[in-house]
């Protein structure tokens, strides 16, 4: 089994910047898929960036301003998120699967989750 815990989350004005970690524990291998989704209040859960060893894939709302990374070592996910917006307040999760990411960001392909964090952006 795999655990994933987050941890970064909270307030900041518009055009601030936060960085998300996500702890990952059990087997989880360089080369499974790793990633943030989010979840505004009456808003579908949606995919924001996932990662594997070999691709990275942002979401088009969040280019240019989030960037996901690993480090390896520490089994470790972040999501640095920079010139942040309003529209980005939402619970951030972390979520894993087996294998590599897929061509399209799915959210039924996530075996794992997170308890998810709240990221409010004020205007």
């Known amino acids: 089994q795999v655990q994933l815990v987050e941890s970064g989350g909270g307030s900041v004005q518009a055009g601030g910047s936060l960085r998300l970690s996500c702890a990952a524990s059990?087997?989880?291998?360089?080369?499974?898929?790793m990633g943030w989704f989010r979840q505004a209040p009456g808003k579908e859960r949606e995919g924001v960036a996932v990662?594997?060893?070999?691709?990275?894939k942002n979401a088009e709302s969040v280019k240019g301003r989030f960037t996901i990374s690993k480090d390896s070592a520490r089994n470790t996910l972040y999501l640095q998120m920079n010139s942040l917006k309003p529209e980005d307040t939402a619970i951030y999760y972390c979520?894993?699967?087996?294998?590599?990411?897929?061509?399209?960001?799915?959210?039924?392909?996530?075996?794992?989750w997170g308890q998810g964090t709240q990221v409010t952006v004020s205007s």
């Open positions: 979520a894993a699967h087996y294998g590599f990411c897929r061509a399209t960001i799915a959210i039924a392909d996530f075996q794992f």
């Open positions: 990662r594997d060893a070999f691709v990275t």
């Open positions: 059990g087997i989880i291998n360089r080369g499974d898929c």
